[in-house]
């Protein structure tokens, strides 16, 4: 079974200053997708990054880039440049494909605080 | 253009009450998927349509149903409700078939008393 894996409850950074978050996931597929979504106290899910499996290039959008370890299975994101704005729950999902279906496997999340 | 849309943003109900909660995808989308996000978890999958057919179900017992319409808007259906049922219920639209993502609406939150 698909799995995602976040192992940090709870994160936080200086402002300005650059933070990790890890994801882990477990499949036996070999071409799939990978997000990382945000969602701040207004509740809604803001995509941040997307990476598909067969492209061994990191995806980066601004100041977000990932690490993705196929072999490893890891794909961790990277915040650049912190910012007040960033404070919310980050979530790492994988997309999984079943006979015409698609869903999201989200992981629990990680709660990043900036300090100012 | 609009984002995702759903309603009513915030419901009460009794236990073993039903309850409807709508979404209107973004203009084009035709895949409307719904998942349960309850507090201090990530979101779980519930149901998957897509051209106003079932595409998948989540582990979710029989007191949820859904449904699309032909204008693609969609309707989650909880019947004989449980406390165990409140949490952010979600909605998110995509094109179907592609990997540019969801779009997510602000959810409804759900609080069974």
């Known amino acids: 079974a698909q799995t995602v894996t976040q192992s940090q409850p709870e994160m936080s950074v200086q402002e300005a200053e650059t933070v990790t978050l890890s994801c882990t996931y477990d499949t036996s597929e070999s071409d799939y997708y990978l997000f990382w979504y945000k969602q701040p106290p207004s509740r809604q899910m803001i995509l941040v990054i997307r990476?598909?499996?067969?492209?061994?290039q990191n995806a980066t959008e601004n100041r977000f880039s990932v690490n993705f370890q196929k072999a490893a299975k890891s794909f961790s994101l990277k915040i650049s440049d912190s910012q007040l704005g960033d404070a919310a729950m980050y979530f790492c999902a994988y997309r999984f494909l079943q006979g015409g279906s698609e869903k999201l496997v989200f992981g629990k999340g990680t709660k990043l605080t900036v300090n100012p | 253009d609009a984002g995702v849309t759903q309603s009513p943003t915030h419901l009460i109900k009794t236990r073993g009450q039903h309850v409807t909660l709508r979404c209107s995808p973004i203009s084009g989308h035709k895949s409307v998927s719904w998942y349960q996000q309850v507090l201090g978890q990530g979101p779980q999958f519930i149901f998957q349509y897509y051209e106003k057919e079932e595409r998948g179900r989540g582990n979710f017992p029989d007191r949820f149903s859904a449904r699309q319409f032909p204008n693609y808007s969609s309707e989650l259906n909880v019947n004989a409700l449980l406390l165990g049922d409140s949490a952010l219920y979600l909605c998110a639209s995509s094109f179907g078939g592609d990997y540019y993502g969801y779009t997510f609406g602000s959810g409804t939150r759900l609080t069974v008393v």
């Open positions: 990476q598909e499996a067969y492209k061994q």
